[in-house]
């Protein structure tokens, strides 16, 4: 089924803007005399303005309690090699790429022998581990920092100038091999012209695989890159999991990994199969309930970390915010990616692992996602760890997006919590977390469909995913889910087979929460979509509390909290007839998108 996509309207405000480009110096932040709220204004304007005024930005960002990201967010290093072809300068070109590659190990080895220590195999970790864990990656060094600790002599590094030289016996001059760039200067658009060959090749070697020459006729053309591809420059080479290591940029101007990773359980990938669309559970209700499904739209719920003056739709800042910190509600507003690539190593701020047995993890290639659809880069200093909350519409006394506790993020619990900011900070930065407004097929490129769960499981073989038919030839091997899901709608028996049953269970939950949803409208009027939307808190709130319920009650009270129920709920609330297939739901969903455009 195809949908359209729709870019996001924000409204136009002075203050959303960001800089283009960040400066290339290094160092911490410099303390500052006190700043007015207009002072703060007119220096954010001047900034977007021109990006080089990193001093003004570091003024504002020390006066109102912004810190620098570091760790896994901070800010990334590149190489301009000089021109050289004798031996001596191969020998010192070779010994900078041999020092960074000693860097980057030292990097990794801390962030997984951390894991390693601290995250059982199938829980995740205790919650009073998550916050130490964000520390822990916000005080590792910057890049810069860890490439001049691994440097190796003869090498040497002049930090004013950058340049890293070869130290050559006196009267010679030291070799000038390479300057260390930092920031955005340190990538690199890649050529359209390479891109082009770089689809071809694909296209080529898809072709070679298809025997049939009218089957390749009907086969779709390999997805080309919709946004600019970056890499590093001097380390252009450099490759992850098999494959080149390239950036994209957010709608922030952070770049970003070019491949991003989500999981997700049985009953929420049978659904993206279904539907093909993948988005938050706040757009889901409105769609269920007849209404429009707009990440922009506001709701009393995301109020809360809106100043007192609200404005008439959330910004990309608030929305991206209010996602993360309601994103396990139904205030949930696009779908939370990771940059990381390791299996397992997300988790809640309870410490609750994302892989779960029977899951899905999905490889999202960001590059093919249109530049109109919402995506932030939540964890990077030039996404939203750089972003002045304040000047965006954020209340800063709800959110905190510095990374440790010493900023004012806690684990108490009780009356003295309720007083405390969200650490916005340090949950983004331990999953190294992206926001993406909706995901679809087209942007998938390869899923795992792994039977354990928790770090350190086993790691399934992923089934490629090169066209829209890949996507939906994978989901017809479920089919007994959703024939079930229609048989138990029809009060039909069901085949006795554990992916059926998962089909049957989700269409009983649906069911439930529809009759719910009369007996709570009774003989009132209908609701709206987002009224109906609004009477999902309550449920939202009783499925936490029974989370650790191991009775009867606590199942019946935790799956109030599950999106099956609650699309059953507001489609009563809104007066709606209850689906009458699997088929009528998903048409259900893509009209309330399609007419969204």
Not at 54 to 61: D, K
Not at 72 to 79: M, Q, R
Not at 234 to 257: M, V
Request: aromatic fraction near 8%.
């Amino acid at each position: 089924m195809m949908l359209r996509s729709k870019p996001l309207a924000f409204p136009s405000t002075p203050l959303q803007g960001r800089p283009s480009a960040e400066s290339s110096t290094t160092g911490g932040v410099t303390s500052a005399p006190p700043v007015s709220q207009l002072h703060v204004a007119g220096l954010q304007w001047a900034i977007d303005q021109s990006p080089r005024m990193l001093s003004q930005r570091r003024a504002i960002q020390a006066a109102f309690g912004v810190v620098q990201a570091r760790g896994a967010g901070g800010v990334k290093i590149g190489f301009q090699f000089e021109t050289g072809d004798d031996e001596l300068f191969e020998e010192g070109k070779a010994l900078i790429l041999k020092c960074w590659a000693a860097a980057r190990n030292d990097r990794h080895t801390r962030k997984t022998d951390w894991l390693s220590k601290n995250m059982t195999s199938l829980s995740g970790m205790d919650s009073q581990k998550v916050p130490d864990y964000a520390e822990h990656l916000e005080q590792m060094e910057e890049e810069a920092e860890l490439f001049e600790k691994n440097l190796q002599a003869p090498l040497i590094y002049d930090k004013d100038s950058k340049k890293i030289s070869y130290k050559r016996e006196p009267p010679e001059e030291p070799l000038w091999i390479a300057t260390l760039l930092v920031g955005a200067e340190a990538f690199s658009k890649v050529d359209e012209a390479d891109q082009a060959d770089a689809v071809e090749d694909k296209e080529s070697e898809a072709e070679s695989k298809v025997e049939d020459e009218a089957e390749a006729d009907a086969e779709p053309p390999v997805r080309k890159p919709l946004r600019e591809i970056h890499k590093k420059v001097g380390r252009e080479d450099q490759r992850s999991e098999n494959e080149a290591k390239e950036y994209i940029k957010d709608q922030l101007g952070a770049y970003t990994r070019r491949y991003a990773y989500v999981e997700k359980n049985f009953f929420q990938m049978m659904d993206f199969f279904k539907t093909e669309l993948m988005t938050g559970r706040f757009q889901q209700a409105l769609a269920a309930g007849g209404g429009k499904p707009e990440a922009s739209t506001r709701s009393p719920k995301a109020d809360k970390i809106l100043p007192k003056v609200k404005p008439a739709t959330l910004s990309r800042y608030q929305i991206a915010v209010a996602h993360q910190y309601m994103g396990s509600s139904s205030e949930q507003r696009g779908v939370s990616l990771t940059s990381t690539a390791k299996p397992g190593a997300t988790v809640g701020n309870e410490g609750k692992n994302f892989r779960e047995g029977d899951g899905f993890r999905l490889k999202v290639d960001l590059a093919l996602v249109p530049p109109e659809i919402l995506l932030i880069n939540h964890y990077s200093n030039e996404g939203m760890l750089g972003v002045n909350l304040d000047a965006v519409g954020i209340d800063r006394r709800k959110i905190k997006n510095t990374t440790t506790r010493r900023a004012g993020t806690s684990n108490s619990t009780g009356a003295k919590a309720k007083n405390r900011a969200y650490p916005y900070g340090a949950s983004v930065t331990k999953n190294r977390e992206l926001f993406l407004e909706r995901l679809r097929p087209e942007w998938v490129v390869a899923i795992e469909h792994h039977p354990g769960g928790g770090y350190g499981s086993a790691v399934v073989a992923p089934q490629p995913i090169q066209s829209l038919k890949d996507f939906q030839d994978l989901g017809a091997t479920y089919s007994k889910y959703w024939a079930a899901f229609d048989a138990e709608l029809k009060h039909d028996p069901v085949e006795d087979d554990p992916v059926a049953k998962k089909g049957q269970s989700s269409a009983k939950i649906m069911m439930e929460g529809y009759e719910a949803g009369e007996v709570a409208l009774g003989t009132d009027p209908p609701l709206t979509a987002l009224e109906a939307h609004g009477r999902l808190k309550a449920h939202d709130t009783d499925a936490k509390k029974a989370q650790h319920l191991n009775t009867s009650d606590g199942a019946v009270r935790r799956q109030r909290g599950y999106s099956q129920w609650q699309v059953g709920y507001v489609r009563a609330l809104c007066g709606l007839a209850k689906f009458s297939s699997s088929a009528e739901y998903a048409e259900a969903m893509a009209k309330a998108y399609n007419e969204t455009t």
